[in-house]
């Protein structure tokens, strides 16, 4: 019994270094086309960090829906930016300068508790673009 109680404490000591940091890359030019966050869709974890990268320069990052609680965030232009998830759900965000050329990424922490909130934000981006519409869309269909 003491060893079993030992290693839950162990386990949920150790857990944060456990939690990951993804990194995602802010391009001109990438695999789903130009003016492009690289992943453009993430699964992560809650506790996980996402470090945003201006691969490029002239790119920041804005939240555009975040699960309830969690903190919006804004980068500072051609800077590396890190946020820590700690909440679930679908995190939309975009490059501002970017926004018509539809320069947006999702990510999901754990379940998808705000998918709706996070859809009607993704729809509308996707609607106002003036290119890549429809990436949005396909990087929501990733979402469960």
Known sequence: MKKILFTLLLAAATAPAFAANHEIKMLDNGKDGSMVFEPGFLKAQPGDTVTFVPVHKGHWVQSKAVPAGAKEFLSKENEKFTVKLDKEGVYVYTCPPHRMMNMSGIIQVGKAVNKAKAQAAADEMDK??????????????AVK
């Open 128 to 141: 106002r673009a003036m290119q890549n519409k429809g990436r949005l869309k396909k990087y929501m269909q």
